[in-house]
């Protein structure tokens, strides 16, 4: 499976409609890949606390239909990071707003869509804006080399919850996504914790940091990916950069057959 995780940077003058256009060109630059990847909130900005409401959209919205052109264009699967979602159908108690991913097939179809179940902020920002997610997202993502890999889904934050993984490990995950706005601060546990999950859930997990400096956060990079062994396949520094990468998918059940400790779990 070949991949393309795209660290964006990006600061606090550009617009959504300049920054948008500057990803669709990014997405497009990877025609060739099977799944092409972009950070946490990107649009709306992943610590732009005062501009999630007015940038909130529904999941056909403006960027979620940028991102589809992108995808058809590129012929490319495109786990598009994240936009805060606004939905038409909204819990009276609820914020009515959601940390939500969206997964485009090559032909520009909307395939999955996944809510942020844990959110990051104690008592600021996320809890306080935004509702929990619920439900365990995998999808299978069509390789060019034939068949499909299933991909679980996640976001930034849920990568300091094991369990969440273990979950989607159960609902047969081969493959976890990672897209992220994860700050320079603590960018140590991003790297640690991504290498942690692949080695405990001999999964292939793939890590899209955000770059650049917004809203006085400075952001880590780091965008990795790791093979179910725990081997780091490549790493990005602080910049923006986009990191390519062939996965050799079946080595994750030869690995699992080699080394069977999944077999040995007794608290399921
Ligand atoms: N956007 C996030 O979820 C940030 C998570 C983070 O900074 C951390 O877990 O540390």
Known sequence: MKVALIQLAYGDDESVVDRTARVADLVGAQAGHDLVVLPELWAAGGFDYTAWDERAEAVDGPVAQALSAAARDARVTLH???IVERADAVDPDGRGLWNTSLVFAPDGELVATYRKIHRFGFGEGEPTLMDAGEDLVVVDVPVATGGTVPVGLSTCYDLRFPELYRRLLDRGAEVFVVPAAWPRKRVTHWTLLGQARAVEDQCVVLQCNTAGTHARHEMGGHSQAVDATGKVLAA???DE?????????AAT???RRA??????????
């Open 241 to 249: 950069e986009v990191l390519s990468i062939d996965i050799d998918t």
């Open 259 to 268: 080394f069977p400790v999944l077999a040995d779990r007794r608290l399921s």
């Open 236 to 238: 990005a520094g602080l």
């Open 253 to 255: 059940s030869e690995w």
């Open 80 to 82: 598009g990071g994240s």
